[in-house]
């Protein structure tokens, strides 16, 4: 058995991290220890020294056959910083079925590292029997963790359960719930489907969104009401009409394929039988994009376009995906109190085809003479006629506008409403996003 033995800077109790991103300073300029202790790491025994910032370990040399310590043998120093550890657990050896108890092997300090724009878990162990030793540690630890104030305690989770053949259900209860439990966090699950992750981190990653939310990085996100003009249909950050809604329609129709290929088949049924929309657009120009003296900027009214259009996107954030790596709505930011609206006018299908494969290469997918956009706050969608084509692969949305409903895309979401539907952006709102 190795040695061990116990510093702490106040007797009888772990000592108080008050603030874990300053920490206290000794009178050389380096951090005052709270605790310092041996443990085993590897195959090593290691001199290892915890303060509010840094957890600190190096090997302990060994003595020369004289009795002095071999002080030419390098020593390295390991550090992991307080800040990127999410969770401390005693480490225990237990028999198969066993839930309670078991024999103290030490402390395993879980760490979240980063690689670009990926996030990964990794644990590392540091072993010691000591009953009293592990556990001055892990509560110094746990008090250093619990200061953090951005870090959740409890969570309502959204997970789409019908994503992927019920894959987004899986990838969450294998993959996410497993980090949320281990940072000690409560969840309360529920349903709708997840359109930010990519926007936010710049990757499609269930555990690199699951270690953001655990580790308490918050992005303030522009959140968007979707109404009808008698009721509130509901919240979300993006919005399709025409091409983009009837498109996702018709894959929900074919959910027994595999994703990628619901997806390909949709897009090209609905490209084999494109036909624009009649509607009105009614939108209130954001106020600092207008150009002029301060007197026009302040009196901002509605602006009204009529025609057939084959696409109009709302869209509150950039929507990042795997087919529009810039973003769908790519000018746009999280959080400017704007929405972008892009408007698609009637065109032959060859030109919108050309406008569509611009979102997956570097060219600008709105140089088109009948592409619009604009900056605004409040945008009213009112169709004018019925939808619908009469192709086999195409009934379910005639049936849809035979009760006149219309097929909308919220999020990735399959939305149905008979009449005008009025969105307005909210500015600013916190959002942890899984």
Known sequence: MFRETLYMTRRGAAPRARDPQR????????????LRGIFQIGKRSCDVVL?????????????SRGGDSNMNLPCKEEFVEMKDIFSV???RRRFVGQKKGGVLLGITVFVCLK???????SAINFNNVSEDHCHSWFRCLKEILNGFPNRPKSLKVFVNPNSHKREATRV??????PLFKLADIKTDVAGSTNVLAHTLHGINHAVTATLHIIMGYIQPVDICTFSSPSKLLRFGFSAMFGFGARTLALAEKHRWMP????RDFAVIKTLASLKPEECELSFLPLKNSLQGSQENVTKVQWHTIQGHFLNVSIMAIPCLCSMAPRGLAPNTRLNNGSMALIVVRNTSRAEFIKHLKRYASVKNQFNFPFVETYAVQEVKVQPRTKIGCNTEENVYLHATSAEGNYPWNIDGDLMEEASEVHYIV???????VE
């Open 51 to 63: 303060s509010a910032r840094q957890l600190r370990w190096s090997p302990i040399q060994p003595e």
């Open 259 to 262: 994703s990628n290929q619901r």
């Open 89 to 91: 657990k005693l480490k």
């Open 426 to 432: 909210q500015e600013k709102n916190s959002c942890q």
């Open 115 to 121: 690689k670009e724009n990926k996030l990964k878990d």
């Open 23 to 34: 920490g206290g300073e000794a009178a050389g300029g380096e951090e005052t220890p709270l």
């Open 172 to 177: 969450y209860y294998e993959q996410v719930a």
